[in-house]
């Protein structure tokens, strides 16, 4: 076969497709043959955890079997993935026979198709063929997606417009989602909340506007409306908005009253999550919210209210039941209220609390404590928001 090759996409919804073999190589391939729409059929005697996994949920058929000559009847396309060179061998003369392209991941040249390094980037579907030296082809592919995530090379053909609910992860900008930081660079007016990481809006063009939500001249209740009128009015002269937001938009942070308010004005919105800081900030800490064997739940707990106050809609004596893990966010200040509340419920005075805060910064401290001496150490070490707060025997694995 020729060191060139025809580069080409192929359609392969709704066709047979033949993996033969079971193994690392065939379970790296499968995913993007499945969602091609691929009707894949895998023919292995065994097969890894993961082949077996899409073969029981029914992405794959999988033939618990060896080869056969005329397996490859109405296959649009073939690869041998065994590592066994003289089944690889019979396969591909069988695939010569039909004239079905087939890739040999053992021996590329003998093959009549190769295998892209490829890679997905918003939309775009990145291939690269070396002849066959795929590690050669692999390397020029990570320098491509790295180049696009960068955004040096402009890939929207169409600038995108409306609103973004962008998600900014816990406070370290390296969280934000690849999506989050490509549609943060195509901005041109940034509203931001206090708690979105900052560093982040240091990379912005001088030409963006940066709008600090949280210095918007309302008191709280009306803050929000003042927001969503920003949004509004700034996608409606034709900018495309970001509101980026600390952690997820829908974690307590009231992205979906600002989805609502933009899809009542005909203001297109796209929602980009966020690592939310109540899994994210305890796992930068050492803490895993749920470990197996000690928790196996976890519920996530605003503390902007007292426990008794009127507005709360969380049930404290329900929580105090539990055995597992409890995150509260924005209750620093009401820690003394929330632990007085969890331990009349019956919630152990020695349950561990771990104590983040600005977690995932370079200001990151934690403070390990108990249910019954959390308020008081909180005080005595001066403690201050944000900060997350993990309430159960996983705060204590570490000790």
């Known amino acids: ?52 996994a899409l073969a029981a949920s029914g992405a794959v058929v999988w033939h618990e079997r060896s080869y056969v000559d005329g397996d490859l009847d109405g296959a649009w396309y073939v690869l041998c993935c065994t590592s066994d060179p003289s089944v690889n061998e ?5 695939a010569e026979r039909r004239r079905v392209f087939c890739v040999r991941a053992d021996a590329g040249e003998a093959g009549t198709a190769v295998t892209p390094a490829t890679g997905d980037h918003d939309g775009l579907l990145v291939g690269v063929l070396a002849g066959g030296a795929f590690r050669r082809s692999a390397t020029v592919r990570d320098g491509l997606l ?28 390296d969280l934000i989602t690849v999506r989050g930081r490509r549609l943060l660079g195509l901005a041109d007016v940034v509203v931001a909340d206090h708690l979105a990481p900052a560093a982040l809006l240091e990379e912005l063009s001088p030409s963006v506007t940066v709008i600090d939500a949280a210095k918007l001249p309302y008191g709280r209740a009306a803050s929000q409306d003042a927001i969503n009128a920003l949004l509004i009015s700034h996608a409606r002269d034709g900018r495309f908005v970001v509101r980026l937001k600390g952690g997820d938009p829908y974690v ?39 470990h197996r064997g000690v928790a196996h739940e976890v519920v996530v707990v605003s503390g902007h209210l007292a426990p008794g106050n009127p507005a709360s809609l969380v049930d404290w004596t329900a929580l105090a039941t539990l055995r597992g893990t409890i995150v509260l966010l924005m209750a620093v200040e009401r820690i003394g ?51 997350i707060i993990v309430i159960g025997p996983v705060a204590g694995l570490q000790d």
């Not at 076969?1 to 047979?16: F, K, P, T």
């Not at 696009?148 to 406070?171: C, E, F, I, K, S």
């Not at 929602?271 to 803490?287: E, I």
């Open 1 to 52: 076969m020729s060191e060139s090759h025809y580069l080409a996409g192929l359609a392969l919804a709704g066709r047979r497709v033949v993996v033969v073999g079971g193994g690392t190589v065939a379970q790296r391939r499968l995913p993007r043959l499945v969602s091609s729409g691929a009707v894949v059929e895998v023919i292995s005697p065994a097969a890894t955890p993961s082949v077996e």
């Open 337 to 387: 209220a929330i632990a007085d509340a969890l331990l009349a419920g019956g919630r152990p005075q020695d349950t561990p609390v771990a104590i983040v805060q600005e977690g995932t910064t370079a200001r990151q401290r934690v403070l390990k404590s108990t249910l019954d001496k959390a308020a008081t150490d909180i005080t005595a070490n001066e403690v201050r928001p944000p900060a």
């Open 90 to 94: 019979a396969v591909s003369a069988e």
């Open 146 to 173: 790295a180049t696009l995530r960068a955004g040096a090379v402009p890939v929207d053909l169409d600038r995108p417009h409306g609103v973004a609910l962008v998600g900014g992860g816990p406070g370290d900008p």
């Open 252 to 290: 307590f942070g009231r992205g979906f009253e600002e989805l609502l308010a933009c899809a009542a004005a005909d203001v297109p919105v796209t929602v980009v999550p966020g690592v939310t800081s109540a899994f994210g900030v305890p796992a930068m800490a050492g803490v895993p919210v749920t």
